[in-house]
Nanobody, 129 residues
Framework: QVQLAESGGGSVQAGGSLRLSCAAS????????MGWFRQAPGKEREGVVL????????YYADSVKGRFTISQDTTKNTVYLQMNSLKPEDTAMYYC??????????????????????YGQGTQVTVSS
């Protein structure tokens, strides 16, 4: 059974930073797809950053490129999302996501096959202006 436990969310002012953590059990973070989605009130869930470990390709949403960075610690089986220069539009619930082989399209992780992923319970990020 795959379990993902996020932590690190909170409230910050615009321009600030947060680091989200996702501890995985029942799934190895260095396999297939691993990353983060987010969902703001009234909006659809969107992929923020997704890494296909085997293919070595990482997708970053245009809105976060240059500001967010995904990393992992395989000894802790944990994935991190470093978020810098936060903006009010980054406010959302952030979900850690793990995807099996079926979530891979070519050398990238699917952004649309949301049902293929396992998700954590989410951690709230609120950025004030």
């Amino acid at each position: 059974q795959v379990q993902l436990a996020e932590s690190g969310g909170g409230s910050v002012q615009a321009g600030g930073s947060l680091r989200l953590s996702c501890a995985a059990s029942g799934y190895t973070v260095s396999s297939n797809c691993m990353g983060w989605f987010r969902q703001a009130p009234g909006k659809e869930r969107e992929g923020v950053v997704l890494r296909y470990a085997a293919g070595g390709r990482t997708y970053y949403a245009d809105s976060v490129k240059g500001r967010f960075t995904i990393s992992q610690d395989t000894t802790k089986n944990t994935v991190y999302l470093q978020m810098n220069s936060l903006k009010p539009e980054d406010t959302a619930m952030y979900y850690c996501a793990a995807g099996p082989r079926s979530s891979v399209v070519g050398v990238y992780c699917s952004l649309t096959a949301l049902r293929n992923y396992w998700y954590g319970q989410g951690t709230q990020v609120t950025v004030s202006s």
